[in-house]
């Protein structure tokens, strides 16, 4: 079954080479729009609890006007002059926003926000997931290192320090998740958690992994208790405190972008994605037609969207809670907890996936 966007393109019965220009530009649009709106709301959920958290004046924030200024200072970022470092690797410094950016855009696509959408339906889902979070990571010690800054450099090693420690860990996490829904695929991922609805949610048996990818992504993106690369109390800004004008823009864009979809990854593969935890839709009222898949899109990316807003609330009120760890402290926390954590899970997963293998399927 495909995308209805795309069977309307298809049914316009345009010539092939245009047809596919026009069906992957519209999704690489949709795409966009989902990025510039998770990097929104992933600034403002942040803003709006640490400042409920730390008891500030609410008022000042719950107006449409106010809400606005955080567009605003992001796109005034745009206009404003680009000042590259003289001692700087000039051509890795205009590079690594680039990839930062683009290895958002393809974890994107890798996202199955309904039953038929879903730009990149790969059979290899989490290796591609895996290899473009190393390569958000190439790009953070790309600026750190070409910056040629003191406190750059610095940021970007700790950064190498942080991914060597939780790529173990989360290699391990999802191999546990690919061992119960027997597939690398996100959309399968998903399908295979609808069986018995809530009952079928990978949380359930997995809980040991869901905890361990919850720590690890805190890191993957730079948040308390693990911001060791662009620890402001520390290092100034860290590995982007050389970037200016539209290069800062486009990191802090992939930064919140990631820090989004970080936590709908965690929702799809531990939450059952865009399932709803009833098993019941609105749409199945209504017959199949364009109106159904209209509702039961609407419906889907509901779900998938009110369960990672729920886990982004969880994740700030965290970071409020616990403060920065040392460095020190990093990889030994890794090696000593999280990996034989992420080892008893995956035991535990194949026990459950032996004794229960009906039941996940």
């Not at 889902?125 to 895996?130: A, K, Q, Y």
């Not at 807003?309 to 920065?324: D, E, K, M, S, V």
Request: net charge positive; proline share 3%; hydrophobic share 55%.
């Amino acid at each position: 079954m495909e995308f209805y966007l795309g069977k309307m393109i298809l049914s316009l019965n345009l010539q092939d080479y245009f047809t596919f220009v026009v069906l992957y530009t519209a999704e690489f649009l949709i795409i966009l729009f989902f990025l510039l709106i998770s990097a929104f709301s992933a600034d403002y959920a942040e803003k709006y609890i640490f400042s409920l958290l730390k008891k500030k004046n609410l008022s000042a924030r719950l107006n449409v006007c106010n809400s606005l200024k955080i567009l605003a200072n992001s796109f005034k970022l745009f206009f404003k002059e680009i000042i590259v470092p003289d001692k700087s690797v000039k051509i890795a410094f205009f590079l690594a926003p680039a990839i930062l950016l683009i290895s958002v855009l393809f974890i994107y696509s890798l996202i199955p926000y309904n039953t038929d959408f879903c730009v990149n339906k790969a059979d290899s889902g989490l290796v591609s997931l895996i290899s473009l979070i190393l390569l958000f990571s190439f790009g953070i010690t790309l600026g750190g290192i070409s910056s040629n800054s003191n406190f750059s450099i610095l940021g970007a090693m700790r950064h190498c320090v942080q991914l060597i420690s939780f790529s173990v860990p989360m290699i391990l996490t999802f191999m546990g998740v690919a061992v119960l829904s027997s597939s690398l695929s996100f959309p399968q991922i998903v399908i295979s958690q609808a069986k018995y609805d809530i009952l079928s949610w990978y949380i359930f048996p997995s809980f040991l992994g869901f905890v361990v990818f919850f720590i690890i992504s805190s890191a993957i993106v730079n948040r308390s208790p693990y911001n060791f690369s662009n620890a402001k109390s520390e290092l100034a800004d860290g590995y982007k405190t050389e970037y200016s004008g539209v290069n800062l823009a486009i990191i802090n864009l992939s930064e919140f972008s990631l820090f989004f979809i970080i936590n709908m990854i965690s929702v799809i593969l531990f939450f059952g994605g865009f399932l709803s935890p009833f098993g019941v839709y609105v749409a199945d009222w209504f017959s199949a037609g364009s109106f159904y898949y209209i509702i039961l899109t609407v419906e889907q990316m509901f779900w998938l969207f009110a369960k990672t807003i729920f886990l982004i609330f969880f994740t700030l009120l965290i970071q409020t809670a616990f403060p920065r760890l040392k460095p020190v402290n990093l990889a030994s926390f890794s090696w000593k907890y999280l990996i034989p954590v992420s080892i008893i899970n995956i035991l535990i997963v194949c026990v459950i996936k032996i004794v229960f293998g009906g039941f996940y399927v």
